[in-house]
Structures are given as C-alpha cells and as structure tokens.
C-alpha cells in the first residue's frame, strides 16, 4: 500500500513569491494535517483537515491556507514568502482527526517537501 | 500552555544503551508518542504510551509516569543506523494545536 505522498520533493522561491504544496493521504484516511518543521525543531502545527473541513489551525499568519478536496487530498499554499518560511513540509494523514484517534493510533507522515526561500 | 522538553543532543557508543527524557505539561493528555527522524525524512512512529509503565518493543523501550509528566525512550544494542532525531509528542483532547504536541527532538549520535 502507498503511504503518504507529497510533491514536489523540493523547491525554491524567492521573497514575494506564492508556493503550492501537494499531499496525498494513505488510501481510506480521511483527514489530513500540515506541519512546518525548521531545522533543529519538532513540527508545528499548521492545519488540520477532515471531510474537507478545517478542524483545527495552528499560530501561522493568514499568508498560509489550505484546502482539502473531495479525494481527500490536500493542498497547502502559502503567500507573500518570507525567508523565515523556509523549512521541510510535513502532511501527515489519519483515519479521523488526531483529536479523535484512540489507543497507538497516529498519524502517518509523509517524506515532506524542502522549502527554501531566498 | 502546552509544554514539552526533552534534551537537545546526545551521544552514545554503538552497542551500548542510552535514555532519552522527555517532560511535559499539558492538559486533556490522551497518549504520548516516540517517533524517529532521519535527517530531511518524515518522523516514523516507534511507541506508544497511555498508561503508566513500560512499553517494550524489540530494541526499543518507552516509559511514562502521568503524575510526573515523564517518559523515557529506552535503546538497547545501538547501532549506527539509530544515529537520528527523537521526537517526543503528546496527544492531547480539544487542543486548538492540532491535537499531537511534538518537542523539538533529541539528536542522538552513535559512534563507533
């Protein structure tokens, strides 16, 4: 069974400048979450989505959006780059939302897309 | 506020045994996780606690204490390959954070 998957792998923006991060879910989960990830730091939460709804949002600014479609896939989008904006990308996805999940259930990460901004 | 420390780096000899601490402070507490992180991969789950006591999984070992808001993971054997980042993450009820606390992590380094 594929895992998590997310595109691209990399990418680098300049200040200014719009990106879009793509994520695919494990098949059969129906929520997804967004992490940003800055070197030498745990993950912080940006989003989480269920049956396309937002569910939850982290301390991120308004430049940061995101939407989930009816596949259940995900979209991260982030505005107005800044240089603080560069780090890796994590989407992580479960059956339902974290808030939910019962006994070792978890998410389940994806490999994350490098966001450089210069 | 939600709370999690655990040291920043650590260093340990390949077959020997190392402890990795984790404290935190939060509330409507549901589970505390141990995942693994290789440098530029996705964190991989490696435990799980909800109950006080000791998890044991092969290598690897995790404790909590709940009054204490303590957990431990515990490595046996190191090997090389053990050479990445712990993260300790709390999950917790209604948080507006997204519901899985993570701390910072804890870089572990196994030399020979």
């Known amino acids: 069974d594929a895992g998590v998957t997310q595109s691209p792998t990399h990418l680098i923006k300049t200040r200014g400048q719009h990106v879009t991060l793509r994520c695919s879910p494990i098949?059969?989960?129906?929520?997804v979450s967004w992490y940003q990830q800055v070197l030498g730091q745990g993950p912080q939460f940006i989003f989480q989505?269920?049956?396309?709804?937002?569910?939850g949002r982290g301390n991120f600014p308004d430049r940061f959006s995101a939407r989930q479609f009816p596949n259940y896939s995900s979209e991260l989008n982030v505005n107005a780059l800044l240089l603080g904006d560069s780090a890796l990308y994590l989407c992580?996805?479960?059956?339902?939302?974290?808030?939910?999940?019962?006994?070792?259930?978890?998410?389940?990460f994806g490999p994350g897309t490098r966001l450089t901004v210069l | 506020g939600q709370n999690i420390d655990q040291p920043t780096e650590m260093t340990a000899t390949e077959g020997a045994i190392v402890q990795i601490n984790c404290t935190y402070q939060?509330?409507?507490?549901?589970?505390l996780f141990w995942y693994q992180q290789h440098a530029g991969e996705a964190p991989t789950f490696l435990s799980y606690?909800?109950?006080?006591g000791l998890e044991e999984k092969g290598r690897f070992s995790s404790f909590l204490s709940r009054s204490k808001g303590y957990s431990y993971l515990l490595l046996k054997e190191l090997q090389m390959k053990d050479s990445a980042s712990y993260l300790c993450?709390?999950?917790?009820?209604?948080?507006?954070?997204?519901?899985?606390?993570f701390g910072k992590g804890t870089k572990l380094s196994v030399k020979p």
């Open positions: 993450a709390v999950r917790v009820y209604g948080g507006s954070q997204g519901n899985l606390i």
């Open positions: 939060t509330s409507g507490f549901n589970g």
């Open positions: 992580a996805s479960s059956l339902v939302p974290v808030g939910i999940l019962q006994g070792s259930d978890t998410q389940y």
């Open positions: 989505y269920y049956e396309k709804e937002e569910r």
């Open positions: 098949s059969g989960h129906k929520s």
């Open positions: 606690n909800v109950l006080d």
